[in-house]
């Protein structure tokens, strides 16, 4: 039985999710763009009890919240707004509701952040070795550096790598999106690179996500059940 599912944010993510929905069971039935998500309400969710929301930060808190408190389980792309969590947090499990967010819903990417974090914790205790971040993005991205590479030097710090670490990002054309993580000495470079051949990733990733969250409730972080989505079947 296909599911009813609401788009919040309705720019290149939040169409390619509608385009791609129905191949994971989903049918939407409620559009909301940064004109007129502050009418989010019962009536204009149209029987949707699940969302998918990219938007902006600025926008996101209030739009989590608001979901939260109409019983909505929510997927959220939108980064820069991680800071607010604990205030998101007591919005959802105070509603009742379930959260799943993540800077990049991209199967391969996450794999990469546990790629990239056994490497950090090999080399940690290497200290000739230095570390850097770079990636490229299309030139409308707005963020700089993006959730995802900030991510990135979380992992390789939380991995016990403390030597240095130094980030770049680059915007420019219509790159859909690299992200390389080096190490380096002066005997030899280790290079670890992801690339997106389309945002088609990311989208899937995203209904994946909001197929999972049924029946759930809490926050979780995509990462977390990344594992689960590689063993899981879709009932379309």
């Known amino acids: 039985m296909s599911i009813p599912l609401a788009i ?7 169409r390619l999710v509608e385009q791609l929905a129905p191949q994971h069971g989903f049918h939407v039935v409620a559009r909301f763009t940064s004109a007129n998500v502050t009418g989010l309400s019962r009536e204009t969710l149209a029987g949707a009890a699940t969302a998918i929301e990219f938007s902006t930060p600025s926008a996101a808190v209030e ?17 820069g707004w991680y800071d607010r969590l604990p205030q998101i ?9 379930a959260l799943l967010y993540g800077p990049n819903f991209s199967i391969g990417v996450n794999l990469f952040f546990q ?17 850097w971040g770079w990636e490229i993005h ?3 991205k707005k ?3 993006s959730g995802t590479l900030k991510k990135l030097a ?3 710090q939380a991995a016990g790598y403390s030597g240095t670490l130094s980030l770049a990002a680059n915007r420019a054309g219509s790159h859909t999106g690299t992200h390389e993580i080096g190490f380096d000495s002066s005997a030899d470079t280790i290079t670890l690179r992801h690339t997106a ?5 990311y989208a899937h990733g995203a209904l994946q996500a909001a197929r999972w969250l049924q029946q759930k409730k809490g926050v979780y972080e995509f990462r977390e059940i990344v594992s689960e989505l590689g063993t899981a079947k879709s009932s379309v």
């Open 8 to 14: 919040v944010g309705h720019g290149k993510m939040g």
């Open 63 to 79: 739009n989590l919240c608001r979901l939260a408190a109409l019983g909505v389980r929510t997927v959220s792309g939108t980064t």
């Open 89 to 97: 947090r007591n919005c959802v499990e105070k509603a009742g509701s």
């Open 115 to 131: 790629i990239v974090s056994r490497a950090a914790a090999l080399l940690a205790v290497h200290p000739e070795y230095e570390a």
């Open 138 to 140: 299309h030139s409308a």
């Open 143 to 145: 963020d700089a550096p």
């Open 154 to 156: 979380e992992e390789i």
């Open 197 to 201: 051949r389309s945002r088609e990733g």
